[in-house]
């Protein structure tokens, strides 16, 4: 099946700072998605992101497909965004397939 | 806007007792999806269902668990004989066509607890 590799797997951040979260996905995907679980386990929907770039305040995300990866970016990260960020990939039957997260800790 | 909804958010039951977890897709979804996590590791997909029948299951979905769409809104997921190691966090989601084109969106999540 598709491996999902994230990294790093473990950040942490001042309040304020900015940072990249990185996801390597093994063979061609159709669907990427990234999630962030928050304290109390519940996984929200960040981006629908297969291709290209989009933004959604103050995070932001880009797929290149061709080269399979996928990066979120944070940036003035809040306390609010401590979490676990997922990356997650349909394979040919369209279940998804996710990665290991990166835990995230934002600092006062 | 809409959303997935679980019911309920935890559960406490017996090695050995049947659990029904209930979902409430997005409306106009007809792609259904349970997966699991156990405490600190990834997500893992247990099956999918779509037109009133199982499309794929994983190796975790054995004869223990069953999935079933009893009414035009609600889709289960049952644990005939809960084991210990079935306590985990069981999420639902839903997409609007086939999830190799659409986007999945998740429920808030029950956290079950087998003792």
């Known amino acids: 099946g598709i491996q999902v590799e994230q990294s790093p797997p473990d950040l942490i951040l001042q309040e304020g700072a900015n940072s990249t979260l990185r996801c390597n996905f093994s063979?061609?995907?159709?669907?990427l998605q990234w999630f962030h679980q928050n304290p109390w386990g519940q996984l929200i929907n960040l981006f629908y992101?297969?291709?290209g770039t989009k933004q959604n305040g103050r995070l932001s995300a880009t797929t290149v497909a061709t080269e399979r990866y996928s990066l979120l970016y944070i940036s003035s990260s809040q306390t609010t965004d401590s979490g676990v960020y997922f990356c997650?990939?349909?394979?040919?039957?369209?279940?998804?397939?996710f990665g290991a997260g990166t835990q995230v800790v934002v600092t006062p | 806007e809409p959303e997935v909804t679980q019911t309920p958010s935890h559960q406490v039951t017996q090695m050995g007792q049947e659990v029904i977890l209930r979902c409430v897709p997005i409306?106009?979804?007809?792609?259904f999806y349970w997966y699991r996590q156990i405490l600190g590791q990834k997500v893992e997909f247990l099956v999918s269902?779509?037109?009133?029948?199982?499309?794929?299951k994983s190796e975790i979905f054995d004869d223990q668990f069953s999935v079933e769409r009893p009414d035009g809104s609600n889709f289960t997921l049952k644990i005939r004989s809960t084991k210990l190691e079935d306590s985990a966090m069981y999420f639902c989601?839903?997409?609007?066509?086939?999830?190799?084109?659409?986007?999945?969106?998740f429920g808030p999540g029950t956290r079950l607890t087998v003792t």
């Open positions: 989601a839903s997409s609007e066509g086939p999830s190799r084109f659409y986007e999945q969106y």
């Open positions: 063979d061609s995907v159709n669907n």
């Open positions: 992101i297969p291709s």
């Open positions: 997650a990939v349909t394979d040919s039957w369209g279940k998804l397939q």
């Open positions: 409306s106009n979804h007809l792609y």
């Open positions: 269902f779509y037109n009133n029948e199982i499309s794929e």
